[in-house]
């Protein structure tokens, strides 16, 4: 059966509240895998997302990136939460380093053995944590943002990377992946960078419709970059 809880952590930041997701019917430590959020915020999207990686045998841990109780309703809520660490890139760092160093602590994980995926601004949020250097397994950027941090990335990025990128998406456009591709080639990363064709923003939720925006849900390419992201933990957990 899967199990999911709340988990509050905190620190100097201030509380922080995501859902931790498991099987009981596994015993002893296991791989984890972190979801970071859309700019809504963690969500029961994320939660979901958390208990199929569960139902993987790993450990779901939906974090939270704004702070316990921080949640948007509307876009415009949205852009503000996500505006105030959007434009202070070292506390979003703080923010996922924070998260990170709480899942490692849980008694369900084993800490060598630890990925993480994003959706959105998510997205970003994982290739932040990968550029920083960070001893983990791998990161996966569902339609994620490309922009590179204010601050100096790693030398060398240990983290295997996937990208996950809708071809027709408007927040990433095709001069943002190639420098993207250019910035994990020079910090000598282990990377990927699928793309799929009449695919926009948002691709993998069912609740984006907003075709003439380009952010609308397509089902094969869900499918699809799900199917690919699973293929990847198991060689970046083997």
Known sequence: MIVTEKLVYE???????????????????????????????????????????????????AIDIYGQGKRASTPEEAGALMAVVDSDRPLLLKHMQLALDTVRQLPQVDEAQIAAIGFCFGGKCVLDLARSGADISGVVSFHGVYDPPSWAVAEKILASVLVLHGWEDPLAQREATVALADELTQADADWQIHMYGSTAHAFTNPLATARADGMFFNPLSADRAWKTMRDFLVEQFA
């Open 11 to 61: 620190s100097e930041l201030g509380p922080f509240e995501g859902t931790v997701s498991w099987s009981n019917a596994q015993t002893g430590p296991r791989p984890a895998v972190m979801v970071a959020p859309t700019f809504r915020g963690q969500s029961a999207f994320e939660t979901q997302k958390a208990e199929l990686l569960a139902e993987m045998g790993y450990v779901g841990v």
